[in-house]
């Protein structure tokens, strides 16, 4: 394994650990990695700028992903811009909570539509659901192409004849 294939390996799983996270940037942190890793990996003009512009095209689209997700759940079933204002807190509280990634989203939308909106419980109860749906059809989503960068990247990088770990 290169320094660049560990450098980008290890960016890749902090960003997949933090797919699961609302706080984190996990695309973000992907991208740093493969930035870092092509740099160390003596950058090109070509292939690497058409590729890093692209991934940078693909890291603003991932990011946009997660948001629609949400606003699509919450909107489909009725919830408020507070849901998602809720979800997010309680997704962010939940992350210290034993099933607190999915609990967390599910209880911040409901406590938002109930005592900040101020909707009768059954509507409430929808509008939760439907911002944990779309909550988490985001996150499937991140983690679906967070999946397909870092194989196409690690695939990239691999070269196990200038291996840090001395000859192959």
Request: glycine fraction near 14%.
């Given at each position: 394994?290169?320094?660049?294939?560990?450098?980008?390996?290890?960016?890749?799983?902090v960003g997949m650990a933090g797919t699961f996270v609302p706080a984190l940037p996990a695309t973000v942190i992907i991208f740093a990695g493969t930035v870092a890793a092509t740099l160390l990996d003596g950058f090109q003009v070509?292939?690497?700028?058409?590729?890093?512009?692209t991934f940078g095209v693909i890291t603003v689209l991932i990011s946009l992903v997660d948001n629609v997700a949400s606003a699509?759940?919450?909107?489909?079933?009725?919830?408020?811009?507070?849901?998602?204002?809720?979800?997010?807190?309680?997704?962010?509280?939940?992350?210290?909570?034993?099933?607190?990634?999915?609990?967390?989203?599910?209880?911040?939308?409901l406590?938002?539509?109930?005592?900040?909106v101020r909707k009768p419980l059954q509507e409430a109860l929808r509008a939760a659901w439907g911002t944990l749906v779309?909550?988490?059809?985001?996150?499937?989503a991140?983690?679906?192409?967070?999946?397909?960068?870092g194989v196409y990247e690690l695939?990239?990088?691999?070269?196990?004849?200038?291996s840090v770990f001395g000859a192959a």
């Open positions: 394994m290169s320094l660049p294939f560990l450098v980008f390996l290890v960016a890749w799983l070509w292939p690497d700028l058409p590729f890093l512009l699509w759940g919450a909107r489909k079933y009725g919830g408020s811009k507070q849901a998602i204002w809720g979800a997010l807190i309680g997704g962010l509280v939940g992350i210290v909570l034993p099933f607190g990634l999915i609990v967390g989203p599910l209880a911040g939308a406590i938002a539509e109930l005592f900040v779309g909550l988490l059809t985001g996150i499937a991140k983690l679906v192409l967070h999946l397909m960068i695939w990239r990088l691999w070269d196990p004849s200038r």
